[in-house]
Structures are given as structure tokens and as C-alpha cells.
């Protein structure tokens, strides 16, 4: 039997404009953790939806254990004991952990769902791996790491012995990293091989075996971990050094532009969620907020942008009363938002580059020109802005009429940022800004958020990378279960500290 799990040979996959995938070549070990890295773009994901019989290549070949395999849809991939876990988790809130994982594959006993059966079955399943997880317990009320074993449960339960983990850290805290670390390796242990898709060098070089690196849709580094670093992944990822460390000089804060008093808001269950939040953030500096997620940070930026009520309390903006007003008016007074979610928030997916990059100002002159008694839409000047913002943040392909649908993360997330910071805004609310993007990207957008602060504009920062709020933070403030419980200068904080505050734990 062939010492190889994964043999991808010569793959190829062109899309409209775009060649994905050109002739690369992937090949994985038995019972190693292969860590697969690159730009936003690069062809990371295409490479894993074919392996996953999501996509068909055009040219090329799979072999999985030295077995030649021909997917037609994801069904094949399963059967042939490949899974993936997404980096957007596929559970149904309601259900509970049990019925979640054998959705699809239930169980039965006298033609009926055997759930006694699912739960000893998943119980088993989370005891020989260390996951540690309740059958019986209803999704909605566990953490986001949780849920991410859920979804681990799930392809064992299907027989996977080849894993595929898509930014499986992107929404973890620092002690829920070192936890997927522990079931990682203990997979890795009992024979199973795991792919791991990541932007974060640092847990590359923790976690992994060996290391691919794409690059435009090539394979340009296959190295052993223990033989490389992080600096030189870097380097091969998008071709030339890169900073890890934002520089930048010491903040000159001024004035408050926001000033949050005794906020307090219900979230989508009509529960409180925000619970008296006072803050403020000056012109020219950077405050960092860091929380787990699910403690009030999305309820709270959709406060300040108009997208949710406030129950009590008052938002500020240079002075003026903004709370409750709609997000056309909160834009109207010079705030930007960078949003979490891109694809909900902070693009039209079905829209070209150019149509997003002017969303929120498209009914302005000289986006819109009067003919008579009607406005029309100004196609020329749209383009101009797209043009030049494409090339200003190097949004790849360069094609302004491309369908955001068909760009990278990294990419769509560059057109946000782009439009956002060219309003010239008072006030920046960046909400993960650089979630599942590549270093070079993290890199550029770091730097302009810096850029804007030095040009004395207030940022208001929220992450669950605790690499970045440290790295841009000139204050860090820690929210957990709707309250602010700690406000710090950046030498007093280290990860451990935040970490713990972040989960109620420490002041």
C-alpha cells in the first residue's frame, strides 16, 4: 500500500478569468499533519474543493492511499474517508450535539431514528479522541470551540481518516488553540492524517510536519517544518520580506470622537447582551477591544452603525447624539464600518468590484449626474474609483467588473477596507478586519489603519487575534458577557493575561 494519503498530481482548474490551479502537484504523508499556506487567492481552496469533490479538476490526477479516485461530489469524497471541516461551521443551532452529527446518517431501530444509539456512538467517538464534548447538549449554547469539535465529531462519525481543516483557529481564543493543538495531535496519534489550511505562520510552525506553499495558483516551496521558518514561508508566500510587526510611531490622541455612555441592548433573542458599556476613542489612536466571541462585540458594533437599537444609554459621535439614528445617517457622520462578516454585511456578492466599491456613497455626485428631472447613474466616474482603488490596494484579479462572488476572502475583504478608509471618515470600526486573510494582506491592511490613525482619524478595533490587538492597540479594553472588565496599555497585556480576561477569569 502506498505510504501517501493524498497524491494530487499536475492539477489544473481554470475558471472564467482566472487560473485557479495551474499544474500543481500535492502530496501528503500517512498520519501527518500537512500544513497548506498562501496568499489570499494563491488556490488553496479550489485545491481542497477538488480533493473534496466539490469542484472536478480539468487536468490531473487523485489518488487517495494509492487508489486513483474520481469525485463526483462531495458523497464520493466521504466514501473514499476524506473530510472537511469548514471555517464556517455547517450545525443546526436548535438540534443537539448527537443529532447534529448524525444528521444524514441516522441511526435506526423498528424504522425509527435510534437517538439512544447516536448518543452512545457520539460519546464513544468523543472519549477515543479526547474531544470531550455532551451528546446531549443543544449547539446553540456552546462555545464556538465546542462547536468546532462538533464539526471534527461529525467526519469521524463518517469514517474519515483524512482531515481537512479550513482556518480551524480563526475564531478560537488562545486556550481554545491549544485544545484543537492537543485533538490534533492526538488524531495524528491514532493514524489519522490532517490538512490543515491557515494563515497563521506561528501555529504552522507549532503544529505541522511539512509545509506547502501556493502561490497564484502554483506550488513554489514543499518544505519539512523543522527546516524552514517563519519569516521565510512568509517570503514564499507573497515574494518578497514581509513585517510581522506593525511600525509604527506613538499615538497622539486627541479629542473624543466616540463616546459610548451606559449602553445597554438586547440581542437577536431579545436577551441583554450589552450591559452599561461606557468607552470613548480619541482622535489618533487605535483602541483594541478583545473578547470571545458571542460577549456583546457584534451586538455592540451594530449598535454604533445604526443596525441595532439601543435599549438605553447614548452614542456620540464629535459631540453629536447618533444613537438610534439609521446606518445612512451614522455614515452620514463620518463613520466607517469594516464589518465582520463580509459576505452579510459588507459586500453584494452578485455586484462587480466597481458597484461595491462605491455601496454607501452610490447616490452621490459624481457617482450619480442629473439628466432633466431624473439622476443617473455616472458609469465613467464609478470606474475611475475602481481603478484606482484596485490599484491602490492591489485587489487581485485587477478586473473591476469581476463579481465579488468570484474573488478570494482576502480580496473581497480588500475591497471593503478600500471603500471604507477612501470616505475619508472621522471614525473607523474595523470588526475583524483581517479574519481569513493572508499575510501580505494583514500586513497592508495593518498598516493602513495605522496610516489613518497618524492622519488623526479615531479607530475603534475589534479582534479575536490577540496578535493584532497587540501589535496596533495604543489602548486595549476586554469585554466579556456584555461589560467592559478591563482597560490596559499595551505593556501591561501579554496573551496569557488577555486571554483570561477575555473568559471572566482575571482583571
Do not use: W
Request: hydrophobic fraction near 40%; aromatic fraction near 4%; charged fraction near 25%.
Amino acid at each position: 500500500m502506498s505510504e501517501f494519503a493524498v497524491e494530487m498530481r499536475e492539477i489544473t482548474k481554470q475558471f472564467p478569468r482566472v487560473l485557479a490551479n495551474d499544474h500543481v502537484s500535492f502530496i501528503v504523508k500517512k498520519g501527518e499533519i500537512h500544513a497548506l499556506v498562501g496568499e489570499n487567492g494563491a488556490g488553496k481552496s479550489t485545491l481542497m474543493n477538488l480533493l473534496y469533490g466539490l469542484l472536478r479538476p480539468d487536468k490531473g490526477t487523485i489518488a487517495i492511499h494509492g487508489q486513483a479516485r474520481h469525485f463526483s461530489g462531495p458523497a464520493d469524497a466521504i466514501a473514499s474517508g476524506i473530510g472537511m471541516v469548514h471555517q464556517h461551521f455547517m450545525l443546526i443551532p436548535p438540534l443537539t450535539v448527537a443529532e447534529n452529527v448524525i444528521l444524514g446518517q441516522e441511526p435506526s431501530k423498528n424504522g425509527l431514528v435510534d437517538i439512544a444509539k447516536a448518543n452512545r456512538v457520539v460519546r464513544e467517538l468523543s472519549e477515543q479522541y479526547g474531544l470531550q464534548v455532551d451528546p446531549l447538549a443543544k449547539v446553540e449554547t456552546l462555545s464556538v470551540g465546542i462547536q468546532q469539535r462538533i464539526e471534527i465529531i461529525k467526519i469521524l462519525y463518517r469514517g474519515a481518516d483524512i482531515l481537512i481543516l479550513d482556518e480551524p483557529t480563526a475564531v478560537l481564543t488562545p486556550q481554545e488553540s491549544n485544545e484543537l493543538f492537543d485533538i490534533l495531535r492526538a488524531l495524528k496519534a491514532q493514524g489519522k492524517t490532517i490538512i490543515l489550511i491557515t494563515h497563521k505562520l506561528q501555529e504552522v510552525m507549532r503544529i505541522s510536519d511539512q509545509v506547502t506553499v501556493m502561490r497564484r495558483g502554483k506550488v513554489v516551496g514543499n518544505v519539512a517544518t523543522a527546516n524552514t521558518s517563519k519569516s521565510e514561508l512568509a517570503t514564499m508566500m507573497v515574494g518578497r520580506e514581509v513585517l510581522f510587526r506593525v511600525v509604527r510611531n506613538e499615538a497622539r490622541p486627541g479629542e473624543d470622537v466616540l463616546r459610548i455612555q451606559d449602553l445597554h441592548a438586547k440581542n437577536n433573542k431579545h436577551l441583554p447582551c450589552l450591559r452599561g458599556i461606557s468607552l470613548s476613542v480619541k482622535a489618533g489612536e487605535i483602541l483594541g477591544l478583545a473578547g470571545v466571541e458571542g460577549n456583546g462585540q457584534t451586538e455592540l458594533v451594530e449598535a454604533l452603525t445604526g443596525l441595532r437599537k439601543a435599549e438605553e444609554g447614548h452614542i456620540y459621535i464629535e459631540g453629536r447624539d447618533v444613537t438610534n439614528l439609521l446606518p445612512k445617517q451614522v455614515r452620514a457622520n463620518g463613520v466607517a464600518h469594516i464589518p465582520e462578516d463580509r459576505h452579510r454585511r459588507g459586500l453584494v456578492l452578485d455586484y462587480t468590484v466597481a458597484q461595491n466599491i462605491v455601496l454607501g456613497i452610490h447616490y452621490q455626485p459624481p457617482y450619480v449626474k442629473r439628466l432633466g428631472f431624473f439622476d443617473a447613474i455616472n458609469f465613467s466616474s464609478i470606474a475611475q474609483k475602481a481603478r484606482r482603488l484596485i490599484e491602490e490596494f492591489d485587489i487581485r484579479p485587477p478586473e473591476q467588473d469581476n463579481l465579488a462572488r468570484h474573488l478570494s476572502g482576502g480580496n473581497q475583504q480588500k475591497v471593503i477596507v478600500a471603500r471604507e478608509l477612501d470616505q475619508n471618515p472621522c471614525l473607523i470600526i474595523a470588526a475583524q478586519p483581517t479574519r481569513g486573510v493572508d499575510v501580505g494582506s494583514i500586513e497592508f491592511i495593518h498598516q493602513r489603519l495605522v496610516q489613518a490613525r497618524d492622519n488623526n482619524k479615531a479607530v475603534l478595533l475589534i479582534s479575536a487575534d490577540l496578535d493584532e490587538i497587540l501589535s496596533l492597540s495604543d489602548r486595549i479594553a476586554v469585554i466579556y458577557d456584555g461589560k467592559i472588565v478591563g482597560m490596559l496599555q499595551p505593556h501591561e497585556a501579554s496573551e496569557e493575561r488577555l486571554g483570561l480576561m477575555m473568559t471572566g477569569g482575571g482583571k
